[in-house]
């Protein structure tokens, strides 16, 4: 039996995003060529998300919207806070 590696590209592309806000010069060189792919990534994102092993894997199980929504960018005004043993919303 074969077994493949499968990066998962939104995770790098989500890493890529959030290490694309920092000094390129502070970051690793693995930190930096992740910023440049969600830089060079941003404008077509969606279509390379949806385009990717996992994108493709959702799509085909009917979850074409939970792809969409995951590769869009600044649009939440929560974020997840750990507390008392669960994640819980608060505003930003």
């Known amino acids: 039996m074969a077994?493949?590696?499968?990066?998962?590209?939104e995770d790098f592309l989500g890493a890529g995003a959030i290490l694309s806000q920092f000094d390129p010069w502070a970051l690793s060189v693995e930190a930096q060529v992740a910023a440049w792919a969600f830089q060079n990534a941003q404008a077509n994102l969606s279509s390379i998300v949806m385009q990717s092993s996992s994108g493709c894997e959702l799509?085909?199980?009917g979850?074409?919207?939970d792809v969409l929504i995951a590769s869009e960018c600044n649009v939440s005004t929560v974020i997840p806070v750990f507390k008392d043993g669960a994640y819980i919303p608060s505003s930003l």
């Open 3 to 9: 077994i493949y590696l499968r990066p998962a590209l």
């Open 63 to 65: 979850f074409t919207s």
């Open 59 to 61: 799509i085909a199980r």
